[in-house]
């Protein structure tokens, strides 16, 4: 089982929809987020979805901004 299929089946188990790069680090234990993002493209075109990504910035407790891409699975 590649590691784009092993964090499909996660968010399938844990009906979620959206994530970010951290989510895919800390549950497929790679250190390449961007490969998995290829493949899961790949993987969820193949079953008539796809993903949306969108940017989002939030301010840390130390008052910096930080920005960081959320992903969502919608169909096509």
Do not use: P, W
């Not at 968010?11 to 790069?21: D, E, P, Q, R």
């Not at 949306?52 to 008052?63: H, L, Y």
């Amino acid at each position: 089982m590649s590691y784009a299929q092993e964090f499909y089946q996660y968010l399938k188990n844990h009906k979620l929809n959206v994530f970010t790069h951290r989510d895919i680090l800390l549950h497929t234990n790679t250190n390449c987020s961007y490969s998995v993002l290829v493949d899961l493209r790949v993987l969820l075109f193949k079953i008539g979805l796809e993903l949306k990504e969108d940017e989002v910035e939030t301010i840390n407790s130390k008052g910096q901004k930080r920005r960081f891409k959320q992903y969502e699975i919608i169909e096509r």
